[in-house]
């Protein structure tokens, strides 16, 4: 299975995880990419801090980090995902949890297809085509 979701310390589902593979999947072919391996990993906030101190040495929360191994159009990657953050994130925007995870989930898959947010005009286009993939989804019910 080229996407794979896998939890850490609690017992969260993801659901319609066919629907999350195949959306993902034509997120890919639209960038012209294919998805050889991601891993999703759930998590909560203590977990994520850990990662980020000891592989970013970054001493703040996060709601996501993405360990990018891709080789040019072929996507590999670990994507590490705060629940705890994005719950907090879906309440303080006044949105869905559902659709902050989502926008969380593909806001790493666009990482590393080569997006970037560092700077505002990066994080403009990075959140028009978060904005953009949501609505593919939201079309795929």
């Known amino acids: ?3 794979s979701f ?3 310390n609690f017992s969260e589902k993801i659901k319609n995880k066919k629907r999350l593979v195949d959306w993902l999947l034509a997120v890919a072919f639209i960038e012209q990419r294919r998805i050889e391996k991601i891993d999703f990993v759930f998590c909560d906030d203590q977990f994520l801090l850990s990662l ?3 592989f970013l040495h970054h001493k703040t929360l996060t709601d996501i980090i993405t360990f990018d191994y891709s080789e040019r159009d072929k996507l590999i ?13 879906s309440t303080y ?8 995870l989502h926008r969380v989930m593909i806001h790493g898959v666009l990482h590393c297809i080569g997006y970037s947010d560092k700077t505002e005009k990066d994080k403009n286009k990075m ?3 978060e904005d953009e993939y949501l609505k593919l989804l939201r079309e795929m019910k």
């Open 127 to 129: 959140r028009r085509k």
């Open 6 to 8: 896998h939890f850490q």
């Open 77 to 89: 990657a670990e994507i590490y995902i705060s629940t705890e953050h994005v719950k907090e994130n």
């Open 1 to 3: 299975m080229p996407v």
């Open 93 to 100: 925007f006044n949105v869905r949890y559902e659709d902050e």
């Open 52 to 54: 980020n101190k000891k």
